[in-house]
C-alpha cells in the first residue's frame, strides 16, 4: 500500500511539473485553437485531472496531455456545432488580455480547417518540431507538412502580410 | 506589416489562468462505470418479482390470428399487459392493444416491483400484486392503471386469480406461517417455487379470507378454470424432488397432479378448460401443454433449442402468449421478447420486443365478450428515453472514428508515436464486447469530419497515407478490412495526396484527399470491383474531411474563400456517373464541420438545424425550433430522413436527446440527461438496435440506447 501511494505522489508530482512547464503555453495554444477562453481553460484542466487519475497507466504522460487537451477542444468545437462566436473577440468581455496581432491571429485561424489549425498552433504558439506534432495529432510528419505548409500559406492571405516560409 | 511569428509572439504574451487548483479538485468527466449489463433470462422466469430495468417496446405488431379457434369462445381478445424490464433498473407493465398501438400502464418513475397480474373475467379491472418494500399485498386496479384499491397486505400474498364470476379471488399466501419473512426476489423459478405458500380464497373486496390448502410443500400460481369447478397451480411433488402442476376442485379437495413433474410451473388454462399450458425446465426451457385430466401431455416449443416460458392462453382460444427467444423468430438478438404462437406450437411470432432488455412476464391477456372490440384504454404514451447502457474501454488511446456496418461497430484510433499506425477495434453491436483488434499500418489521423472510416460493398475501409517521408507528401492509400477474417485484405494505392476521409456507396469507393501540390483536394473514384483508381475530381476547396452521399450523389463538405468571418463552407454535388461537379450550394456557408446524410436530406447546423434536400439541393427544413439558448449538438442521421440532435453539454440549461423527422417536427425528445459520456468528437447510428454509438476524446467508447414508442 505504501509503495503504491509513493507512485500516485510521485505522478502527481509529475504532472504538476508538466503542468507548469507546460500549462501556459498549452493554454494559450488551445485558445489560438480553439477561439474561447473558457474552452481552453476546460480543456487544459480536463485533461490534466484525466491524467492525475489515470496515474501510471500512462507511459507518455506529456504528450497524452496535450493530445487529450486538444482532443477536448475539438469535441467541445464539434459539440458546439461551430466556432464559437465569443471567439470573434476573444479576451474583450473575458478578462483575458490579448494584443491585436493576436486577436487578428485567432480569427485568422478560425478559417482553418481544424488539423491545419491544430498543426500550425502546436507547432508555431506550443513550439513543438514536426515530429512532436505528428505524434500528438496521430499523424505523421509528411502530413502535418502539407498541412502546415497550406496553413500558413492561409493565413498570409487572410492577413495580408509576410510569412517567410522556414 | 507584421509578420505571422511575431503575431505567434504577441499571443505568447496572452496571460493564462493558474487551473492547477482546480485540476487537483476536479472530477474527470469520463469515462463512466459501465451501465447495467444484460443478464440474460435473469428472473424473467415465472415469479418476475426480481426482475428489474426499464425499456419500451420498439417493435409491436398485431398478433392476428391465422388459425381459428378450436371450439367457439365467449370471449375475444383485448389488450394484452407485459412487463419489461432485465437490468438493474425499475420495470414497467406496458399494454398492446389488437391493432398493434402500444402504451404504459404502470411508467417506470412509478413504485416498482408489480407483478402477476390477472384480468378480472369482464376485462374491466385486473389484480396484481404490490411488491414493493412496506406496501405488499394484492391490489386491484382500473385498466389504465389509475383508481388501485388494496385488498390484502401479507408479506408474500402472490398470484391473484379470479373466479370467473368475478365474485372471488385465489391467491398463494403464507400468512398462517407468521415466521416467513418476504421471500426472496432474484431467486431462480425453481428456487421462488420453494417460498412455503399455501392457497387461499377471498371475495373480491378482500374479505372473508379462506384457507384451500395447509401442506408442508409450497403452492403456487394458482389459476380458476373457465368453468369455476377447479383451480390449477403449481405444488411441490409427492417425492420432494421438483414441481409438477397439479388441479383440484375449487375447495380445496381431490387435489391431483396433471403434468409429469419436475420442473414444471405457471399453468394456464385453455378458454375451454380442456388444456393447461405450462412452463417445464426438462431438458431445458419449454412451453408444455396438457390435458386438465393428466393425458396428453406434449411440447408446445423449446425445450431443446431456443428459450421459451410462461404462456398464457388467449381469451379466444386461437393463440398462446409467451416470452421466450428472439431466435424463435430468426432474430439473433440477445434478450426475452413477447411472443405468441398457435396452440399447437406452430406459427410463433413476435408481438413486442426491446432491444437489449428482456420482455420480464406477467403477461395477462384481457378478455372481452365475443365479436366485440375493448372499449380504449387510456395509457400513457411511451416516451422517448435515452441511456447511456454501455462504456467500453477501447484501450485505443485516442480513438478517432467509429462507424456501424458490416455486422458490427468499428471503432479506430491511431497511435501516440507519429508513425501514422494504429488498431481498428470490432465491437459487438449489442455488448460492446471487443471481438477483435486489428493492426492497421496507416490510420486516419483526427478530423472532425467522416473520419476517414467507412463500411459497404462486405468490407470496411480506413484512409491513410505512405511515403510521407519525402520531401513533399505523400501517397493515399485506403485499407480494405474483411470482417470476414478480421484483417487487413488489401492495400489500393489511391495516388499522391494526405489522407482526408472515405465514403463507399454501390458506385465504389470514394476517398478524399488533400493534394500534395496545390491548395485543393482531390476526390478519388474507385471502381466497386476492380479496386482501380477510375477517375479523380479536383474540388476547389483548400480543407475539407468530409464525403459522403445522399439522395443519389456525392457530396464533399468543402471551403471557399470567405472574409465574413463566419466559418466558410460549400457543398460539392457530384454525379457518380460521370464524376463531374454538378452545383455547389453555398447555404452550407457557416455549416457545422458534421453533417448528417440521412435519406434525401443534408442535416446541418447553421444559425440553427437545417436541411437541404440532397436531391434539389435546396434549404427545405429550417431553421428547426429546438430549445432556445446555449445549445450544443451533434448530428447522428437515423438513415430515413430523420435525424437525432444530442445534446449533453454538462450543466447547460437544455440537454438531452431530440429526434427530428423529416419534414423538420420534432417529434421525440429525451429529458434524461445522457451525460457527459455521450458527449465525443464521433458518433454512429446503429438502427437496428437503436443506439447511437460515441467516441470520447480518449478511450472509451459509450452506446446510447434510444427508447421510442
Known amino acids: 500500500m505504501a509503495r503504491t501511494r509513493e507512485r500516485a505522489l510521485d505522478r502527481t508530482r509529475e504532472l504538476e511539473r508538466i503542468y507548469r512547464e507546460h500549462g501556459d503555453r498549452m493554454w494559450r495554444s488551445l485558445l489560438a485553437f480553439a477561439g474561447n477562453p473558457d474552452v481552453a481553460s476546460d480543456a487544459v484542466a480536463e485533461a490534466f485531472a484525466q491524467a492525475l487519475r489515470r496515474g501510471g497507466a500512462i507511459r507518455e504522460p506529456e504528450r497524452w496531455v496535450w493530445r487529450a487537451a486538444f482532443r477536448i477542444a475539438a469535441g467541445e468545437l464539434k459539440e458546439r456545432g461551430r466556432f464559437d462566436p465569443r471567439g470573434e473577440h476573444p479576451g474583450h468581455d473575458r478578462g483575458y488580455v490579448l494584443e491585436e496581432p493576436a486577436r487578428e491571429l485567432i480569427a485568422a485561424l478560425r478559417q482553418l480547417s481544424p488539423k491545419q489549425r491544430a498543426a500550425v498552433v502546436l ?11 505528428a505524434a500528438i495529432l496521430g499523424s505523421t510528419q509528411g502530413a502535418v507538412k502539407v498541412h502546415l505548409s497550406r496553413a500558413r500559406s492561409r493565413l498570409r492571405d487572410l492577413l495580408s502580410e509576410e510569412d517567410e516560409d522556414t | 506589416v507584421t509578420k505571422l511569428d511575431d503575431r505567434f509572439e504577441a499571443l505568447g504574451r496572452a496571460t493564462a489562468p493558474d487551473l492547477w487548483r482546480e485540476i487537483k479538485g476536479r472530477e474527470p468527466r469520463s469515462p463512466v462505470e459501465p451501465g447495467p449489463t444484460l443478464t440474460r433470462r435473469v428472473g424473467v422466469i415465472l415469479l418476475a418479482f426480481a426482475i428489474a430495468g426499464s425499456a419500451f417496446a420498439l417493435v409491436s405488431e398485431q398478433w392476428g390470428n391465422d388459425q381459428e379457434p378450436a371450439a367457439p369462445s365467449l370471449l375475444s381478445n383485448g389488450y394484452l399487459y407485459y412487463r419489461v424490464g432485465g437490468g438493474d433498473g425499475g420495470s414497467w407493465w406496458q399494454a398492446l392493444a389488437p391493432d398493434g398501438s402500444g402504451g404504459v400502464v404502470f411508467p417506470p418513475d412509478a413504485p416498482i416491483n408489480y407483478s402477476d397480474i390477472a384480468w378480472r373475467p369482464d376485462g374491466r379491472r385486473f389484480a396484481f400484486v404490490n411488491y414493493l418494500l412496506g406496501s405488499y399485498g394484492i391490489e386491484t386496479a382500473a385498466p389504465d392503471g389509475r383508481d388501485v384499491q388494496r385488498l390484502t397486505d401479507g408479506v408474500n400474498d402472490l398470484w391473484p386469480s379470479w373466479s370467473p364470476d368475478g365474485s372471488k379471488i385465489v391467491f398463494a399466501s403464507t400468512r398462517d406461517d407468521p415466521a416467513q419473512n418476504q421471500c426472496t426476489p432474484g431467486d431462480t423459478g425453481s428456487m421462488a417455487l420453494l417460498c412455503p405458500t399455501d392457497l387461499y380464497v377471498m371475495d373480491a373486496d378482500g374479505r372473508n379470507v379462506t384457507r384451500l390448502t395447509a401442506t408442508e410443500r409450497p403452492e403456487s400460481t394458482p389459476v380458476w378454470s373457465p368453468d369455476g369447478s377447479t383451480i390449477a397451480f403449481t405444488a411441490g411433488t409427492d417425492d420432494g424432488s421438483g414441481t409438477a402442476v397439479f388441479v383440484m376442485n375449487a375447495d380445496g379437495t381431490n387435489v391431483r397432479q396433471v403434468s409429469s413433474g419436475g420442473r414444471d410451473f405457471g399453468p394456464s388454462w385453455s378458454p375451454d378448460g380442456s388444456q393447461l399450458a405450462f412452463t417445464a425446465i426438462r431438458n431445458d426451457w419449454g412451453v408444455w401443454a396438457v390435458h386438465a385430466d393428466g393425458t396428453g401431455e406434449h411440447l408446445l416449443v423449446g425445450d431443446t433449442g431456443p428459450y421459451a416460458e410462461g404462456p398464457k392462453w388467449s381469451p379466444d382460444g386461437s393463440a398462446i402468449a409467451f416470452v421466450g427467444d428472439p431466435k424463435l423468430v430468426g432474430d439473433d438478438a440477445i434478450g426475452a421478447v413477447l411472443l405468441a404462437m398457435n396452440t399447437d406450437g406452430s406459427s410463433v411470432r413476435l408481438l413486442a420486443q426491446v432491444p437489449r432488455y428482456d420482455i420480464a412476464g406477467d403477461i395477462a391477456w384481457q378478455p372481452v365478450p365475443a365479436g366485440t372490440s375493448p372499449p380504449r384504454i387510456e395509457l400513457q404514451p411511451l416516451p422517448y428515453r435515452a441511456v447511456v447502457t454501455d462504456t467500453i474501454d477501447t484501450g485505443l488511446r485516442f480513438p478517432e472514428g467509429v462507424v456501424v456496418g458490416e455486422g458490427a461497430v468499428w471503432v479506430v484510433g491511431s497511435g ?4 501514422g499506425e494504429g488498431d481498428l477495434l470490432r465491437l459487438n453491436r449489442l455488448t460492446g464486447q471487443i471481438e477483435a483488434r486489428i493492426r492497421v499500418g496507416s490510420v486516419p489521423g483526427w478530423e472532425f469530419g ?4 467507412a463500411t459497404g460493398l462486405g468490407s470496411v475501409w480506413l ?29 489500393i494505392h489511391v495516388g499522391p495526396g494526405s489522407d482526408g476521409d472515405v465514403w463507399v456507396d454501390e458506385t465504389g469507393i470514394w476517398v478524399l484527399a488533400f493534394a500534395s501540390d496545390k491548395p485543393e483536394l482531390v476526390l478519388y473514384h474507385i471502381d466497386a470491383d476492380t479496386h482501380e483508381v477510375v477517375s479523380s475530381i479536383e474540388i476547389p476547396a483548400d480543407w475539407s474531411q468530409t464525403v459522403f452521399d445522399a439522395g443519389g450523389w456525392i457530396w464533399v463538405l468543402g471551403n471557399t474563400d470567405n472574409s465574413d468571418g463566419a466559418p466558410p463552407g460549400t457543398l460539392f454535388q457530384i454525379d457518380p456517373n460521370s464524376d463531374q461537379i454538378v452545383t455547389r450550394f453555398e447555404p452550407a456557408q457557416g455549416a457545422s464541420f458534421s453533417m448528417a446524410p440521412s435519406g ?4 446541418f447546423f447553421h444559425d440553427g438545424l437545417r436541411a437541404l434536400d440532397a436531391t434539389a439541393g435546396d434549404e427545405v427544413v429550417g431553421p428547426v425550433d429546438l430549445p432556445s439558448g446555449y445549445f450544443s449538438g451533434g448530428l447522428v442521421a437515423d438513415r430515413q430522413g430523420g435525424v437525432w440532435v444530442v445534446s449533453v453539454q454538462g450543466g447547460a440549461e437544455n440537454t438531452g436527446v431530440w429526434h427530428v423527422d423529416v419534414t423538420g417536427q420534432i417529434d421525440g425528445h429525451a429529458d434524461e440527461n445522457p451525460g457527459d459520456e455521450a458527449s465525443g468528437i464521433a458518433s454512429a447510428f446503429d438502427p437496428e438496435t437503436g443506439s447511437i454509438w460515441v467516441v470520447h476524446y480518449e478511450d472509451t467508447v459509450s452506446r446510447l440506447q434510444l427508447y421510442s414508442p
Open chain 2, 416 to 419: 501516440l508515436d507519429g508513425t
Open chain 2, 600 to 603: 434525401e436530406r443534408l442535416w
Open chain 1, 123 to 133: 507547432h508555431h504558439a506550443a513550439g513543438y518540431p514536426l515530429r512532436d506534432v
Open chain 2, 450 to 453: 467522416g473520419a476517414g472510416i
Open chain 2, 463 to 491: 484512409t491513410g497515407i505512405e511515403n510521407a517521408e519525402g520531401p513533399g507528401c505523400c501517397d493515399t492509400i485506403v485499407s480494405r478490412i474483411d470482417p470476414r477474417s478480421n484483417s487487413v485484405a488489401e492495400t
